[in-house]
């Protein structure tokens, strides 16, 4: 990875991750291997997820029971386990997503002050 | 737990499938497979990391990690059994004293008493400062019957109120005649107190009618000791002083009279209709109401003086308002601090000492734990390139320090329980509530808390310098010993200072109490020889003999068989040997020779009475003029002794005062000044001698006609080679016997221990910091040694070129002793400043000698150079040894 592209890419900030994952679940039960991979593919490669450090935060979504896993069989059938939004999780991320919003419009706002429109 | 288990099992598996995953979609993109493994393991990062913060999601992973740090610590620990030995010796050592001193301040000092709601009672304490002569009379004024009266019926502030006093009484009619002690109180004493009795009632209003029916109360002990605990005792009668009263109740087993121990408990039955306002010979005590201060309590108290003038006289044609002029103020003080007395000083000071020796065991074990993490450099450094955190490391090292606090503080319980032991069986006698010192909880609590403190702050030190994220320099560094850099060296130099300082603190207290101790060793006491001075103490009550020459008469009987017995070179009786502790009376003296001014009282002076022979007993020197003799005693002469001091200040010289005349009260005829006697330390070595008056212990009543008075109570004094040894008492008792079979003996004792016991507290002290500076200063000898012999071992290598390059071996000598006698001068010179902050706390405790006395701080000093220069010798000798060719080889 060059110097350049990692210039490019963004690191995640603590706890956006979980949010994330609550996103990618909402289509559908996935694997480790899959969020990962969704998680950067939507964002155009922008966020960069180390991607040891999903596993954690998975285990701290089931913990909280936002999230619950299962065995499966994988795409290119291998047995892998599937993680599987909750309800008490679809809640959590729509409490979540407002939360977000609020917050990055109000940095928006800081930020640009002019582009924020009358405020 | 479940959910955890199921979802952590195949974590590893699910990790791999997702390298797996991953290095596939690289091959998928064009990847050579080698490449999208490599990219693939990248991407997904530490895959221990993610695993350890997988489990730690599901938490209790930090007691796991704790048991994982305990278990590596112990087997650390199990692979250097040296060191390992040295660290929980020195730890058990120093945790042991001091839990050993924390059990015995907190049970001295921290602990309430033992009644109920016992911090609401206090101590009716108050002070005349115009009435001179009771200035230092530890027990300021106390309280007279009337003022009793008063205080009981107009206070607003108390509960319940009352006055006692100790004193012993006569059993008979129980086998032997046997003196017990007796505690005599007034109603509202033991209402105060509020301990209920263990069996049968308190003393009610009625039992305290003068000429009311008798009633007693037991101890438990006594109850216990003579009766078997039978409970039938209540309402059976003893003879007590030749008095018949009926047992109405036992006290409980634990219960203590304020600080007293005692056989039985009396009422004081005051005659209401004849008290005047003299006769201050009664301690108060009282229970303050809910709610009620001290200084609300002192102010009802001023106000109710001058109702207690107003109320009572001393007689016809006496001014009540002569007491003005002694300006009584009273100065009410908790019970407890009351029972406490001065002791609190000297257990602060000595739990001070035992701490200074737990900080230098800790800069000790430091230094020992710098030495050891610095050879395990390389293993630290190691760990942390495999990526363990500096959190992570630091946890070990700490882990490591407290358990070794653990291992020490366990061991250190058993030391404090033998020390507590030793404490009880040489602790001062007069230590209160010495019976309520025991190893308790709250000490186990204490020793639990120190050991994990003591092992956070000796592991702290190498922890924080080796654990930081510079370790990974080491890995590099080490393994070679090119020139021991300074700054490797500057914590465990920081160490040896402390450590001296500390030490220089310790052995100058330790040193300043020998001084006190030699100091009060010159002090001429007022007797000689104490050893061989056999003392013991009789009561003649008015039962047994009523005439008062006929006590006399008896006493001198005594005495005669007593110089009879082999081996008594001579024998004598006085009101009470220096330093007994009895209560004295103090009364004015006016001289025939001097002018009074109405309306005030000269100072108060000690009253004594002297038998015969009793100078020669005692050894008593006498200044000049003569003894009475028992012609002049029998026959009432008007004669008297007085004290040189007394003497001096009245007629300026001692021979001046021979033919003088005094008297107490005007009724009194003069009596003449025929000797004076050498001033006494009445009331210990370390307090001024008093004036005192040595009266005949047979007179006339100096109050105008009446009965003779005679002295009842007195010790008897006999001098002999074969004091104290049981034979010799056995002929006494049968001396004594022949003459009365009634007459119990009490307080027998040599002059000797009596002397021991008024100089307990210094000498308590004294072995206190003894052994604690004897332990800072082997600790301290330690650590300088540890740390120069480790120095010339880092150096081996720098001394052998300089021994290849010509460098006499002296010179290496003495590099070697420059480096220590650096490190000891500047701990000997922190040290100089931190003692004489320090030392100025102990000036309460220390006789004859300043704080900051020059001779024991140079000879301090002077020892821990010396000693510190000393134990630099060994390893500098050593270095003398090193050969060049072998050091040069040596890396």
Redesign the interface.
């Known amino acids: 990875m060059s110097t350049k592209e990692q210039q490019r890419r963004i690191e995640l900030l603590q706890g956006t991750l979980d949010l994330l994952i609550l996103r990618t679940l909402v289509l559908g039960p996935a694997h480790g291997h899959a969020i990962a991979k969704a998680i950067e593919f939507k964002s155009d490669d922008v966020l960069l997820v180390e991607q040891g450090s999903l596993y954690p935060a998975l285990h701290r979504l089931i913990k909280r029971k936002w999230i619950s896993a299962e065995g499966g069989v994988s795409e290119n059938n291998r047995k892998a386990k599937f993680y599987r939004l909750t309800a008490l999780g679809r809640k959590q991320l729509v409490l979540e997503t407002s939360k977000w919003d609020k917050l990055a419009r109000a940095i928006g706002r800081i930020l640009r002050p002019t582009e924020g429109g009358p405020s | 737990m479940k959910?955890?288990d199921?979802?952590?099992q195949?974590?590893d598996q699910?990790?791999r499938?997702?390298i797996?995953?991953?290095t596939?979609?690289n091959i998928d993109r064009g990847m050579s497979p080698e490449d999208a493994r490599y990219a693939a393991v990248r991407?997904?990062?530490?895959?221990t990391?993610?695993?350890e913060?997988?489990r730690?999601?599901?938490s209790v992973v930090w007691l796991e990690r704790l048991l994982q740090d305990i278990r590596f610590a112990l087997r650390m620990l199990s692979k250097s059994p040296g060191f390992t030995a040295v660290a929980v010796l020195t730890l058990a050592i120093g945790i042991g004293g001091n839990a050993a001193v924390f059990s015995v301040v907190d049970s001295v000092l921290l602990k309430p008493l033992n009644y109920p709601r016992s911090e609401e009672l206090v101590s009716l304490h108050q002070i005349a400062p115009g009435a001179a002569g009771l200035a230092d009379f530890e027990n300021g004024l106390l309280l007279s019957p009337s003022m009793y009266f008063t205080y009981a019926e107009q206070n607003r502030t108390f509960q319940s109120v009352g006055v006692w006093n100790a004193g012993t009484a006569n059993v008979t009619g129980l086998g032997e005649p046997e003196q017990v002690r007796a505690v005599y109180v007034s109603d509202g004493v033991l209402q105060a107190l509020g301990t209920p009795p263990g069996v049968g009632r308190w003393f009610s209003a009625a039992d305290q009618i003068p000429r009311g029916p008798e009633r007693v109360m037991l101890s438990h002990g006594y109850w216990q000791r003579r009766f078997g605990g039978d409970p039938t005792v209540i309402g059976r009668n003893i003879m007590i002083d030749s008095q018949s009263r009926e047992i109405v109740g036992v006290m409980p087993k634990n219960f203590r009279f304020v600080d007293s121990d005692f056989d039985v408990i009396a009422p004081l039955a005051f005659d209401r209709g004849h008290v005047i306002l003299a006769g201050f010979g009664f301690h108060g005590i009282a229970r303050l109401k809910q709610g009620a201060t001290i200084p609300q309590a002192n102010a009802d108290i001023a106000r109710m003086v001058s109702i207690w003038m107003d109320s009572w006289t001393n007689g016809p044609n006496s001014n009540p308002h002569i007491y003005e002029t002694w300006k009584i103020t009273p100065l009410i003080r908790p019970l407890k601090q009351e029972i406490i007395g001065n002791v609190n000083e000297v257990l602060w000071v000595v739990m001070g000492t035992i701490g200074l020796v737990m900080l230098i065991a800790c800069a000790n074990l430091a230094n020992l734990l710098l030495v050891r993490v610095e050879s395990r450099q390389q293993e630290l450094a190691v760990r942390a390139a495999l990526g363990a955190g500096w959190g992570r490391i630091l946890r070990t090292l700490l882990t490591e320090s407290v358990m070794l606090g653990l291992l020490g503080g366990s061991l250190g319980v058993g030391l404090a329980y033998a020390g507590v032991q030793f404490l009880l069986s040489t602790g001062p006698a007069n230590l209160p509530r010495l019976s309520e010192i025991t190893l308790d909880t709250r000490t186990l609590g204490f020793t639990l808390l120190l050991s994990v403190l003591s092992g956070l702050l000796f592991g702290l030190i190498p922890a924080l310098k080796y654990a930081g994220p510079r370790a990974s320099l080491a890995l590099r560094g080490a393994g070679r010993t090119i020139g021991a850099s300074r700054e490797r060296h500057r914590a465990r130099n920081l160490l040896v200072i402390g450590q001296v300082a500390m030490a220089f603190v310790l052995i100058v207290s330790a040193g300043l109490m020998i001084r006190t101790f030699q100091a009060l060793r010159t002090v001429e006491p007022g007797f000689t020889d104490g050893e061989h001075l056999q003392l013991m103490r009789i009561t003649i009550p008015d039962s047994l003999v009523g005439e008062p020459e006929q006590v006399t008469r008896t006493q001198n009987a005594i005495l005669d068989k007593l110089a009879a017995i082999p081996g008594v070179r001579s024998a004598a009786f006085t009101s009470e040997m220096p330093m007994e502790g009895f209560d004295s009376g103090w009364d004015q003296i006016y001289a025939e020779d001097k002018v009074y001014e109405d309306n005030t009282i000269p100072p108060l002076r000690l009253y004594k009475y002297l038998s015969p022979g009793f100078l020669q007993a005692a050894g008593t020197r006498l200044v000049t003029g003569r003894e009475m003799t028992w012609s002049e005693i029998y026959g009432l002469q008007p004669v008297v002794m007085v004290s040189e001091n007394l003497a001096r200040e009245m007629w300026g010289t001692p021979s001046a005062a021979l033919g003088k005349h005094l008297r107490e009260i005007p009724t009194q005829p003069w009596q003449e000044v025929i000797g004076v006697i050498q001033d006494v330390r009445e009331k210990g070595v370390q307090e001024k001698a008093p004036e005192i008056v040595y009266w005949s212990p047979l007179m006339k009543n100096p109050f105008g006609p009446g009965p003779i008075q005679v002295a009842r109570t007195v010790t008897f004094a006999i001098r002999s080679e074969r004091a104290g040894t049981e034979g010799f008492l056995n002929e006494v008792r049968a001396a004594v016997w022949s003459v009365n079979p009634n007459l119990p003996l009490a307080s027998v004792r040599t002059m000797a221990n009596v002397y021991g016991k008024s100089v307990a507290r210094t000498s308590f002290t004294l072995v206190m910091l003894g052994i604690a500076a004897s332990m800072a200063l082997a600790l301290g000898v330690i650590g300088i040694y540890g740390v120069i012999s480790y120095t010339v071992s880092q150096q081996v290598r720098e001394i052998g070129i300089r021994l290849a390059l010509g460098a006499q071996s002296g010179d290496v000598l003495s590099m070697v002793l420059k480096e220590g006698a650096k490190l000891a001068l500047l701990g000997v010179f922190i040290g100089v400043f931190a003692a004489f902050g320090l030392a100025r706390l102990m000036t309460s405790l220390l006789f004859g000698v300043t704080a900051h006395d020059p001779l024991t701080f140079a000879c301090v000093a002077t020892l821990l150079v010396s000693v510190t220069l000393l134990a630099c010798y060994v390893p500098a000798r050593r270095s003398m040894k090193i050969d060049p060719m072998v050091a040069l080889r040596y890396e």
Not at chain 2, 43 to 47: C, L, P, Q, R
């Open positions: 959910r955890r199921r979802v952590l195949d974590l699910e990790i499938e997702h797996e995953m991953a596939q979609d991407k997904f990062g530490n895959v990391l993610a695993k913060d997988s730690e999601v599901w």
